[in-house]
Structures are given as structure tokens and as C-alpha cells.
């Protein structure tokens, strides 16, 4: 019989999940084929294998790089699972929150990042344009210490699958409301500001598990009863797979021209 690939599986998977969530809960009305759908579908396919790719050159580099403590990591993998996987949800978000702020922060990185922010909709298929680049130095971050630290296979399969699942529900362009979960989980309540148009409101909530890594290092934003209006980002980035990957180096290339002709004067 034929085996359906997993990357079709888990499109279909995504399909029947978040089209009638969105429809039942939607946030903001809009086209289920919306504006930049075809280009965010390459990033889905052309992302799971760079994922899958990037994860096994990772753990091949964590390997021959030694980086571990033996004694340090044969104490985290005897560790009850359950607590294994909670402490990876802590160091990975912590990892990804400060290598987020460094994409924001950083002129070069940000060219970078810029394309997850072109998406002037947000919802389940958006969570998937991140640059290739972008894609292998944050799984980078986050991955390396917990490779590092020793946790158990098991722990970081479970790890990935939260990651993976959490990362499509805060982007889902569905409105609910979770008056205590909020504080202990990313919902999209809490994303969708980061994705405001305003760069003073994008520039909260830099987590994407834990709110109160925000919360703690004052860059949370979740004003009560109030929804963002307008997503994206004031940079003109045409809506096209092969021009967002070129984007970040054009740009890059552009301000390196431009600081040389300003230093020359
Ligand atoms: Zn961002
Ligand atoms: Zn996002």
C-alpha cells in the first residue's frame, strides 16, 4: 500500500484542525485563501526538511563538540520525564526569547526576520514564513543546550512535539480567551501583538511559551479587552517565496554600499 509521506500528513493534519477552528473562533474575518497563502505553503514544505536537516546536523555537532558535563548530564537524563520536559520548555523558550531579541536588535539579523514579519495576516499557515537562515539559528539556540545539558531522547521528542504544536496555535487567527492559562502559556491572544504593525508594540512578548519570560524581563504587552488591528511591518517585502530569500542579503548588500559611500564622502 502506499505510505502518504509525513509532511503531507501533517499538512492535512494542520487542515483539519485549524481551518474549523478558525472558522468557529475566528478573530479576524478573512479569505481562507488570503493574501501570500501559496507563498507561506512553499515555506511549509521547504521548512519541514530544512527542520528535519537542521536537527541532524545539531545533534551531530552537539556530539562532536563535547560541549556536555558527563556528571551534569547523566543527573538530567535520570530525571522523571515529566520534569525533564518542563525544565526543556524553560531553557528552550529562554534560549529562543534572548536569540529573538537579537533578531530584533541586531540591523543584519533583523533583514532576516523581518519576512516572519511581512505577514499582513496572521493565522495557522503563517507561523511557517521564517527564513531558512532564521529557521536553522533559532532551532540553533534553542537545541544546542539541551543537546548540551543532557536531556533524554524521549524528553526532547516530547519537547519538539509542544514546540511544534504551541508554534501553530499562537498564530491561529482565533479568538480566545484563557483568563489564567494566559500567564502560564503562549496563546494567540499574547503573539498576535508581536506582530503588530507598530515596531514600539512588536517589540513585546519575545517568548513563544512562556509569557512570563516577558513578564520577568519587562517586554510583555497584553492590554485587557483590546485586539491588534493591523499586522506587519512598514518595510515593502514583496509577497514571493523566491524574493523573500534573497530579501535579507539584497538589503544587507544595499546598507553595506551605503555606509561605504557615506564614509568615502
Ligand atoms: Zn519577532
Ligand atoms: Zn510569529
Redesign the pocket.
Known amino acids: 500500500m502506499l505510505e502518504i509521506p509525513d509532511v503531507i500528513k501533517g499538512i492535512l493534519i494542520l487542515i483539519c484542525v485549524f481551518i474549523p477552528l478558525e472558522k468557529l473562533l475566528v478573530l479576524h474575518k478573512q479569505n481562507l485563501l488570503r493574501e501570500g497563502w501559496l507563498t507561506d505553503l512553499c515555506y511549509y514544505f521547504s521548512g519541514y526538511f530544512i527542520g528535519k536537516g537542521t536537527t541532524q546536523i545539531l545533534i551531530v555537532f552537539a556530539l562532536l563538540s563535547q560541549g556536555s558535563i558527563p556528571i551534569l548530564s547523566s543527573f538530567v537524563s535520570q530525571q522523571p520525564l515529566s520534569l525533564q520536559v518542563v525544565v526543556s520548555i524553560l531553557i528552550g523558550d529562554l534560549s529562543f526569547y534572548f536569540a529573538h531579541r537579537l533578531l530584533h536588535t541586531v540591523p543584519w539579523l533583523w533583514q532576516f526576520h523581518a519576512i516572519?514579519?511581512s505577514?499582513t495576516h496572521?493565522d495557522w499557515l503563517?507561523?511557517v514564513?521564517v527564513h531558512p537562515f532564521e529557521q536553522i539559528f533559532t532551532k540553533a539556540c534553542q537545541m544546542i543546550p539541551l543537546y548540551w545539558l543532557g536531556f533524554s531522547a524521549e524528553a526532547l521528542a516530547i519537547y519538539a512535539i509542544f514546540s511544534s504544536v504551541i508554534?501553530f496555535f499562537?498564530?491561529a487567527n482565533i479568538r480566545i480567551q484563557f483568563p489564567v492559562l494566559k500567564w502560564l502559556i503562549a496563546t494567540p491572544e499574547f503573539?498576535h501583538w508581536?506582530?503588530d504593525r507598530d515596531p514600539k508594540i512588536s517589540n513585546t512578548n519575545f517568548a513563544?511559551q512562556l509569557p512570563i519570560i516577558d513578564y520577568i524581563f519587562g517586554t510583555w504587552y497584553m492590554p485587557q479587552g483590546e485586539i491588534p488591528t493591523k499586522y506587519g511591518s512598514k518595510l515593502n517585502i514583496q509577497n514571493n517565496y523566491f524574493n523573500h530569500l534573497i530579501y535579507p542579503f539584497k538589503s544587507i548588500r544595499n546598507r553595506f554600499k551605503v555606509k561605504i559611500h557615506t564614509t568615502r564622502e
Open positions: 516572519h514579519h505577514s496572521i503563517a507561523t514564513r508554534a499562537v498564530h503573539h508581536h506582530h513563544v
